[in-house]
Structure formats: C-alpha cells, structure tokens
C-alpha cells in the first residue's frame, strides 16, 4: 500500500472538513516540492471537483497523474470522476473504471463505481434518444448490465455500505421496490445511522395507510434521536407535527356545532325551536362536554407525545406561519363558540351570523392546506 505524504494526508482532513481552499493549497505546495507525487495530483483533481468551475483543471490533474502511471487504480477512478464531472462524455466516463476492474479484478469499489457510471450513462443515453423521457420498462433495462456489476461489488464487498447503497439506487430506479427495500434493511444492519436509508424505512412506516400524525410524529422523533443531523427527518417531524395541530381544528369546530346546537339555531321542518335565552344553568352546563373534548382530544393527547415531538410542535408555531393560522381558527372558532353558549341571546339572527363566522375561515382552508406547514 502506497505511504501517504504528510501534506496529502493533511489534505484529506481539510477535505473533510469542507476547507477546500486550504486542502488546494497544501497539495499544491506539495507538488511545487515534487511533481512527480501521484497523489498529490490526484487529490489536486479531487479539490478541483468540489467547485463545479474548476472542472477542467481537474480534467488536467487527473490526466497529469494518469502519465505518471496510466495503471494507477486512484488515479483512474478520478479521472473517471472529473470526466463524469465535466459533462457530456457519459460512457467516456466509464472507460478508466472498465480498466480498474481488469488491474484489480478483487477489488469491489471498482465495480461499484463502474455499476453507479454505466447504470446512469445508459439512463442519459435512453432520455436522450426519448425527448428527456425515461419509462419505467426502459429504466429496468437500463440496469440489467449495472445489476451484474452491482451484484459481484456486493460479493466481493459484503461489509461495504457504498456498495450496498449503488445496489440500492439502480433497484430504487429501475422500479424494483422489494429488493430497494432489502439493500436498505442490508445498509442498515450494516450502518444503524446510516442517514438516509432510515429516512427512506421511516418514510415509508410513517406514510403506509392507517399510520395516524401521532405515531408519524413518534417514527421520525425515533429517526432524529439516531441521525439528529438529517434534515429530511427534520423536515418529515415538521410535516406530522403539522398534521397534529391541524387536528385541534376540528375539536373547536365540534364545541362550535354543540353551541348552534344549544341554541336551536336552524329551524327544522316540523319542529319547535328552543324558546330564547336559554337558562343561565343550560349555558354553564354547555361548558362541561367543551372542556372534555379539550381535555381528552387535546391536552391528554398532547401530555402523551414523546418530550421531543412537545418541542417540535411549539418550535413549529414559532418559526412557521400556516400552523399559528390554524391555531388562531380554532381560538376563534372556539371564541365563536363561548360567545354563542355564555351570552343570553334573545334572537338567532346574530349567533346565525357569528356561527357562520366561527366556521368559514376554518371550512376555506380545511380541505387544502394538509401540506402548508410554513
């Protein structure tokens, strides 16, 4: 195994680290010390393709390590990348990975990264040839080859997450969502926190039917509690807990509809309305089914979500706009209501009026806003 110099290893961490700028220079002062370091014009080209306008400086490091040693298995698999990277020359792109495989026919990553470029240069290929279309029939014949690829990756890396996650996106793709779903259970034994293969599992329970906002919001507080830096799962949190406000809505409009009901408010046919006011003792015994249904549909409810999803769901009323919308309808919904129950009205036309009041601005947007959580 090749010894890494200093510089190049210090490099790699400032890689890591986002600090590009800094990694170019080092490597760059390396090279100004021996330009015959292969490495170094190696990583040189892997700096340049972190900036999409420096793409064909990295065409040049790459080719300049590849007339170094043209059967250096790093240097291929770059110049493979900064091919890829530069557009347009899709199966080029695959022509130093092909010869990684023949130089090293044990080695898995070869194969992966040859699987991941034929897989999406076959898909460039069908697109083009149908208007930028790709069907579903053609996606699955666009994998057979990357399939096989993927398939000898996995058997000579059986531990590899990366060859497990190129396996993944060639099923996921080509529309084979059975074995998709197993190279994600094989990603995760593998890598419990692995980001986003257990946003996909998550996704995928919190979504089946039948799965309440509740035990949404308790799949993907579990998935944050393991890969807290997932924004997907922060923004999937967001969405059930969303899900969760919108449910106080209809609680308001029920204790609106006891009020109108209360006070006999829309004659039926064949029936005598409810003599007006009502009795100081009805009004007060109106408040005794609306503090149950806030008390058990609400508060309860609320007191039994996880500690993390009670955070979310002030955090979301602070920072977003749609839920202290809904919350303000079901405070006036809910105003409506007391105003209707706790006041001695003598006549209907005005609590007609403040009931419709109560429930139009809820009733507009009830129906369409399940996904405006901003």
Not at 160 to 181: L, R
């Amino acid at each position: 195994m090749t010894t890494l110099h200093p510089a190049i290893e210090r490099a790699n961490a400032l890689l890591d680290l986002d600090r590009r700028d800094e990694a170019e220079a080092l490597v760059k002062q390396r090279l100004a010390e021996d330009p015959g370091d292969i490495r170094a014009w190696v990583k040189l080209a892997q700096c340049h393709l972190v900036e999409p306008r420096n793409r064909e400086a990295a065409l040049d490091a790459s080719e300049k390590a590849l007339s170094l040693d043209p059967e250096d298995i790093g240097a291929l698999i770059m110049r493979s990348e900064a091919v890829w990277a530069a557009g347009g020359r899709w199966t080029e792109a695959t022509e130093p990975l092909r010869e990684v495989v023949r130089l090293a026919p044990e080695y898995w990553y070869g194969y992966a990264k040859l699987a991941e470029k034929v897989f999406h240069a076959e898909l460039i290929r069908v697109a083009h040839s149908n208007g930028g279309t790709v069907r579903a029939h053609q996606a699955d014949a666009a994998a057979k080859d990357a399939e096989k690829l993927a398939m000898e990756a996995l058997r000579l890396g059986p531990e590899e997450v990366y060859a497990y996650e190129v396996a993944w996106k060639i099923a996921s793709i080509s529309g084979n969502a059975t074995v998709a779903d197993q190279l994600d259970e094989a990603i995760l034994r593998l890598d419990p926190q692995h980001q986003y293969a257990l946003a996909r599992r998550t996704e995928k329970a919190a979504t089946a039917p039948g799965v309440k906002a509740t035990e949404a919001a308790t799949l993907y507080a579990d998935a944050l509690a393991t890969t807290p830096d997932s924004a997907r799962m922060r923004n999937q949190l967001d969405d059930a807990s969303y899900r969760l406000l919108r449910g106080i809505r209809w609680l308001a409009l029920l204790c609106l509809a006891l009020s109108g009901t209360m006070l006999d408010l829309f004659a039926v046919e064949g029936e005598t309305q409810r003599q007006l006011p009502v009795s100081l003792g009805q009004r007060l015994w109106t408040l005794i089914p609306m503090t149950a249904i806030w008390l058990v549909g609400a508060l309860l409810r609320y007191r039994r979500l996880r500690t993390g999803i009670q955070i979310n769901l002030r955090s979301l009323i602070h920072r977003r706009r749609w839920p202290r919308i809904v919350l303000a309808q079901a405070a006036w919904a809910m105003l409506c209501a007391l105003l209707l129950t706790q006041l001695p009205w003598t006549e209907r036309t005005i609590p007609q009026i403040l009931f419709w009041a109560g429930l139009a601005p809820t009733a507009a947007t009830i129906l369409f806003d399940r996904k405006k959580n901003s």
